[in-house]
């Protein structure tokens, strides 16, 4: 008897096929197939890799369905391969693809470089729907900078961002852990800015001499040694961030380039956590904002207890 009930469920644990009749999105399908899980069984179970359609694992939420495509969920991973190394989509439409960048990860590759990029990676992605699909770069983050980043399915729609950046992008917001007790609350660092022959970004004595740069900073928390800071940008600079803050006296840990001492995290204390901004082609606002890195508060963690 006990060898028959094990028979049943093993054929059980084989994978559920659907077919979509009507176009979808893949969590609000997934929600109607598996009306006895609730949301967040669901989404774990499409972070796992466990939800492929037309037999390719599908992690995002919003993937759009089209009548024909075959949904298949399975009980156990369908592959431990990485999907994605150091990114992970945040969005994809026909247009954009918003990703979170893990710190250590180039965002595009100079020419002498054949290492892995988020470039690299998400265009393997979009060819594999379609060998004619590439994408466009739109802005970057430096490798050991994390984050929220954007690009372009078209040369159109990456022209239509740059060149309106400063109208499209309605937040631009960072976490900076800097060295340091910063003693204002807030305050706002302007300056000129210039690269030297050495490809090290600095601010200008003189006005007018170089790119404008404007950074806002917020305190969020602060100790002797460290500080947590909240930073926005009114404009994007190469290295803006992190001259600005070795221009107040508080370098970016870990940022050796520009003044840091200390490297008590292992990699630099920066990380883009929000990004808002009008859709390019559809006027809508979308807004990504991402967790601050554990290991960004890592120096404040015995504060409370003492």
Do not use: C
Request: glycine residues 6%.
């Amino acid at each position: 008897m006990k060898k028959k009930a094990h028979h049943s469920h093993s054929g059980h644990s084989a994978p559920k096929r659907y077919t979509v009749t009507e176009p979808a999105e893949l969590l609000t399908y997934l929600l109607t197939v598996m009306s006895n899980m609730g949301r967040n069984s669901v989404k774990s179970i499409l972070a796992r890799g466990q939800v492929s359609v037309n037999d390719r694992v599908v992690t995002k939420y919003n993937f759009p369905l089209q009548p024909g495509h075959t949904v298949t969920i399975s009980k156990e991973r369908v592959s431990d391969e990485p999907l994605f190394i150091g990114l992970t989509i945040l969005h994809e439409d026909e247009d954009i693809i918003v990703i979170q960048k893990e710190a250590g990860l180039l965002s595009i590759a100079s020419a002498q470089e054949q290492e892995l990029t988020a470039y690299r990676q998400l265009m393997a992605h979009v060819r594999r729907d379609n060998p004619k699909h590439r994408i466009f770069v739109v802005h970057r983050l430096d490798r050991d900078t994390s984050g929220v980043m954007m690009f372009a399915k078209s040369e159109k729609v990456q022209q239509k961002l740059q060149q309106s950046w400063k109208d499209m992008v309605q937040e631009r917001s960072y976490i900076a852990l800097v060295e340091g007790q910063v003693k204002k609350p807030e305050g706002t660092i302007s300056s000129w800015l210039k690269e030297s022959k050495t490809l090290k970004m600095y601010s200008s004595p003189y006005p007018n001499d170089g790119l404008h740069a404007i950074t806002h900073y917020k305190t969020i928390q602060s100790n002797r040694n460290f500080s947590l800071l909240e930073i926005h940008l009114e404009t994007g600079r190469k290295n803006q961030i992190r001259v600005h803050m070795q221009d107040i006296g508080h370098s970016i840990v870990g940022d050796k380039k520009y003044g840091a001492k200390t490297k008590p995290i292992g990699r630099l204390g920066l990380h883009a956590r929000v990004l808002a901004f009008v859709h390019p082609t559809k006027g809508t606002d979308m807004r990504f904002e991402t967790n601050i890195p554990k290991t960004l508060l890592r120096p404040f963690r015995n504060d409370s207890a003492q």
